[in-house]
């Protein structure tokens, strides 16, 4: 049991109102404070990839007890669906039977986050910007305009939940001695749509997630309760084929009919949207410490944005208010001690899971339409399936588990050394399900577990 | 020649008043705002590192014909006096004949600095602190303090040359697609003092650059013109040796008897300045783009502060400074033309020095004091003065030539994996400098050559 503190949690996104439900069970205080209005009352923005609910995320929601309710706002997707150019559509399953990841609106989720919250007791103060903290005192300041009058909280914990352009992390940033650094991909996104049949039914396959992979860019899809698709467009913000270099409608005509032929009944949705929609930019954060003494810390993607091509930025944030907690009910009011084993052990796995997502942006555009990508996929799963114990892929490591991020990144790069040999092996092609591909990998993990 | 323009240069350091020459050279009206106080009228702070002015720093002033003026302020230092524990006084020569570096005090020549820059006829606002810039309008904000009333000034251009912490890089920060990192090394320094001889000689010699390595840590002692040396202490914050492990008198004089036997007469001096001064810490500082538009650009530390171990950073942006003059030379009126060509050529070259600072740290503080790494360096000036063309050493490429930091990175990569050949060779301590020795570094490098 710790001493109820008075604590403020700044930002009122996904991860700042699970970390005030987790706040509130412990028995604190709680007011949550975010510059924007309150999300449920206005309408989203047109920026947002829907996100993918995994392991992590559930295991996080179900320790308060929350899981339930918020699968009733998800879609389970089991297997992508690869719409590779000039193929017939190819699906490739995740993981074993059952396993799945979730499709959920961000807006959505976040609203139902606010109302369980709120319901827990949390106070929200929306619109109101917080411009400066006093790190050693836990004092925020609010007000209308950073030269304007400020009001001063006083609190005993400030908890920077504030994403991936963080104010509070920003004023750690000006501390000697602090690591930080923000690294923008030359890739934006867009915000597109799919709207539902007049049924309500889906257009597309509700169970999977639809990639479009085209090398240099990528669409894809993830389905929504009202039968509609939420859309992102993944493309270079300058160069030949660009955000920059399509300006007319015309341009966008001949872009959509000639890339996304199997969707072309929707094109004049897809130029509205394109017109409409801003195009966004995505960047991988890393700082250290991510703790103030026993004052501050941060929570989510104020510690660690990445990329979101392993779609486990949300499951990342919710894995951080489990450790945390866990750290909590190991050491009480030593609060100094919480956030230091906290930060610790976090900082590995998110550093882990920013180099993995980064590494998937790679590997979605321009390799799942590679037929050498897809074969090496096909013997994992193969060998995968046959010993379970002595081969979990990568990919289902990191979503389907709560193996460390940091130790799912170790043995996914020496499974990659395997399979890169198992590659070279002649004729692999034909007898990639053959015995002797099996007892190769059979040998060549036996020889990594004796040299690692 | 160009149109004349209103420019602010922010920070009156070494590279602004060396820039404020520059611009005035080229008929630009030049105002240098500096948030402290004039240096020419204070006392210096006591944390500072003495330069080395090397190749590159003299002959971006020599371009604007100060460069003798300056050396009358300089002591050239030829070799590096090794003091090795336990170990007679060894010294090793830099570079070939006349090729030296050179000690100059920072406070001495940046008072010097801001008085030619003046006398060029740029205008100095000390005092006046830089709370705001309108990048777009190339406007300033200074005032009293961040929240007071603010004075607005409008340039047709401004250059950030505000150090590490620049505060026009701060701004542009904020901006979307902007590539920025600042990591801290978990090394600090402390500036201390060996007084000159009664009769203002030196009490060690005056042409050598001193160093005391001791793995984990490292002191280093440059010469001032009056007989004193400016030293400089690096050690870990934390840890068994560390800032943070000598509290006391009794410890200090512990420390400094243990490890620095051979100036034990100046103990006292040490130990007093040891508790006066502070502990600095250093940073590496990456950023990308440098520019903004044709309005604002960032030159020397703003853009890329390096850790001090090559004794580059001024070196480097110098040389920034000499390099964006040929573009305003090449490019006349066309200032967006200017600053993507002079970020786009320095860019690779500040990554580079930043890297080979980086190593130096590693290499001054642990191998100088290794028998293996001495020797590698006396196979390789004894080949370099063989064979001028065919090896150019990486630290003199660095030092003493123009060539290019990135060419310099690369070529001191091939060199290094040639020597480690070379040091596998049996009984390489007794035929060091063999035939066959000879002959087998010129067999490596014919096959470099070819496979490069």
């Known amino acids: 049991m710790q001493t109820p503190k008075k604590i403020a949690v700044v930002g009122s996104g ?14 604190h205080e709680v007011e949550v404070f975010d510059r924007r209005p309150d999300v449920r009352k206005v309408k989203f923005s ?12 559930w295991k996080s929601l179900r320790a308060v007890g929350i899981e339930e309710e918020i699968k009733k706002l998800a879609l389970p997707l089991d297997k992508r669906a690869l719409h590779v150019a000039d193929k017939p559509l190819y699906f490739q399953k995740y993981g074993k039977e059952e396993e799945a990841i979730y499709s959920i609106s961000r807006g959505v989720l976040n609203r139902k986050m606010i109302d369980l919250a709120e319901e827990s007791g949390a106070e929200f103060r929306f619109e109101e910007k917080v411009w400066d903290i006093n790190l050693s005192e836990a004092k925020l300041y609010t007000g209308e305009s950073e030269k304007g009058e400020w009001k001063e909280y006083e609190f005993d914990l400030i908890f920077g939940t504030d994403g991936a352009f963080s104010r509070v992390r920003h004023k750690m940033q000006r501390q000697s001695r602090f690591n930080y650094s923000q690294h923008f991909i030359d890739v934006g996104y867009k915000e597109l749509r799919i709207a539902a049949n007049a049924d309500g039914s889906h257009k597309l396959d509700k169970g999977s997630f639809h990639i479009w992979p085209r090398g240099e860019f990528m669409l894809i899809a993830m389905p929504n309760l009202d039968g509609s698709f939420t859309c992102t467009l993944f493309m270079p913000f300058e160069g030949e084929i660009s955000f920059e270099s399509i300006k007319t409608e ?18 004049e949705n897809l130029k509205r949207d394109f017109f409409k929609n801003p195009t966004s930019s995505m960047v991988t954060i890393k700082c250290f410490p991510w703790s103030y003494w026993e004052k501050v810390t941060l929570v989510g993607d104020s510690a660690h944005a990445v990329v979101p091509f392993y779609g486990q930025g949300m499951n990342a944030g919710f894995e951080d208010i489990l450790v945390l907690y866990q750290k909590m009910e190991k050491y009480g009011d030593d609060w100094e001690q919480i956030f230091k084993e906290y930060q610790n052990d976090r900082k590995p796995n998110a550093d882990a899971i920013a180099e993995l997502s980064y590494r998937n942006f790679i590997e979605m555009s321009s390799k799942t339409a590679d037929p050498d990508f897809l074969l090496r996929k096909k013997i994992e799963k193969n060998f995968a399936d046959k010993h379970p114990d002595a081969w979990v892929p990568l990919y289902s490591r990191v979503t389907f588990s709560d193996k460390s991020y940091a130790e799912a990144l170790a043995i996914g790069d020496y499974q990659r050394k395997i399979m890169d040999k198992v590659m070279q092996l002649p004729a692999i092609e034909e007898r990639w399900d053959s015995k002797e591909v099996e007892r190769t990998i059979l040998d060549l993990l036996a020889k990594e577990v004796k040299t690692s």
Chains 1, 2 share one sequence.
């Open 14 to 27: 996904l991860v700042g109102s699970l970390l005030a439900i987790y706040l509130r069970k412990a028995g």
């Open 46 to 57: 047109g920026r947002s990839i829907n996100l993918a609910m995994s392991n992590r995320g």
């Open 250 to 267: 015309t341009q966008a005509t001949a872009f959509f009919e000639e890339h996304f032929p199997d969707i072309n009944l929707e094109i």
